[in-house]
């Protein structure tokens, strides 16, 4: 591990100094890239324009000319967060717009994942007139192909990364499609989904289909997409950050949904206090929940609910959810991490391959992602699916991309994996469960080439030193306030500390009391047993804990060595 401090350019934080902004805020801004105050301004007419997203209009097109003739629309949502609330947001804003409109869900344990033939042949015992995917389809060309048969058009909303043939829909809005100039490519599927939903809005006021009506308050969405849109860990570029702030004060004023205020209460979070942090480890996983271990229908329509008690209940049942989550998950991270211990992960590997035949195939994803933290290699985690089948889920690091590699693994290897899609640094893909040791060789033989020499050791990007005087309630809760995430991340600070006492909390943490220039100061490791040395160099966060009503700051202990 390597302990690095991001680099700031002196200009761009005097500029953000002069400007207004905090001096720890300007220095935090600046390490990320930020060089003027315009950046952080987050209001809602600073979005980029619909009419740059390549095929938003046609859509509008589309979707305007079904809802005129009271066609029959079906949203084909997927069971992440990202998906149900891209459904969420298509579902309020097309019944908003006068539309006939109804979703289905797959079931993950037995359709999988997509616009698959089996979905459309379930999806046209309805009658739609036309299906709408939600943050997949993109690679649904068998599917679409099917839908064709049936005589049932299709509208493809997603973000993944396309495939070397795109379905013959009669319509694609995707960001990272072949000759879409749309200056995000960092949309999540619900971002593509609120897109298309302010390019429909335009079409309808230019056709003057509302009348003397008032048009719907497309805004009143923004919640929905925020929490999409850090649940699906996209990157927080400066398109999405404003999609999230207007989300993220809808919530703490108040004004968000019946679904997602339950959803925080029910973690135990004040939504008035709301940040960053719920929407990606509060909320979002109990979204997701539904859709690891049950059906995520139940997710969907809590954020659908306008009634307060049936969006608690909803709520209370996807914490239930949650919480067998973690029993499951803790026993499969059990068990990965012994396989580990005995020697299946080879030091010398580029890759890391990892299969129980008892493990949860809903939860595979975050055991990846967990594996991945500790071992620092692109990693992939697979359950049993369909009869003879497994189902894997990848994570990747910084620097190699899960996606390609898989592409590549594809084109060498033809007939090896069934299916497979995803991003840069998550996928999912279906093989034979007789091929796994093929397949372990060949993702292995593939990562080992293209994985950069660079990317092989893990590097911790830190904020540098917090000044003492900054180790306040007051600071803690003014970086809880702003927009952190993927690829913008949250502030990590470096210090070095004496060790002055640790014991076990929780079974799996550590509790730490830490000295500097003779300040003590209270700090937890997380999901961390070993013990500390009695001197270390810490990369840290700060936050505000809170406990029988009382706030104080609360150090995170991310990353630690001995000095």
Known sequence: MNIVQRPVKEKDLQRLIGGGVHPLLARLYAARRVQNTSELDDDFARLLPPAALKGAAQAAVL???AIAAQKKLLIIADYDADGATACAVGMRALAAFGAKVEYLVPDRFKLGYGLSPELVELAAERSPDLLITVDNGIASVEGVARAKRFGIGTLITDHHLPGDTLPEAECIVNPNQPGCG??????????????????LRKELRDRKAFGSKPEPNLAALTDLVALGTVADVVPLDANNRILVAQGLKRLREGRAGAGLAALARAGGREPSRASCFDFGFVLGPRLNAAGRLADMSLGIECLLTDDEARAANCAQELDRLNRERRRIEAGMLDEASAAIDAGAASAAGAS??????????GVVGLIASRVKERVHR?????????????????RSIPGFHLRDCLDLVAKRFPGLMLRFGGHAQAAGLTIHERDLERFKEGFEKTAAEILPEEARSQVVETDGALEA??????VARMLESRIWGQGFPAPLFCDEFRVESQRVVGERHLRVRLVKDGRRLEAMRFNSLGPLPARIRAAYRIGVNEFNGLQSVQMSVEHAESC
């Open 63 to 65: 979707l305007a000319d």
């Open 469 to 474: 005087g900054y180790h306040s309630l007051e």
């Open 378 to 394: 692109p990693t992939i985690c697979f359950a049993k699916g369909n009869e003879g089948e497994l189902r894997g889920s990848g």
């Open 352 to 361: 890391l391959t990892l299969y129980q035949p008892t493990w949860h195939q």
């Open 182 to 199: 749309f200056p995000s490519k960092a949309l999540a599927g619900v971002g593509v989904m609120f897109y298309v939903m302010l390019s």
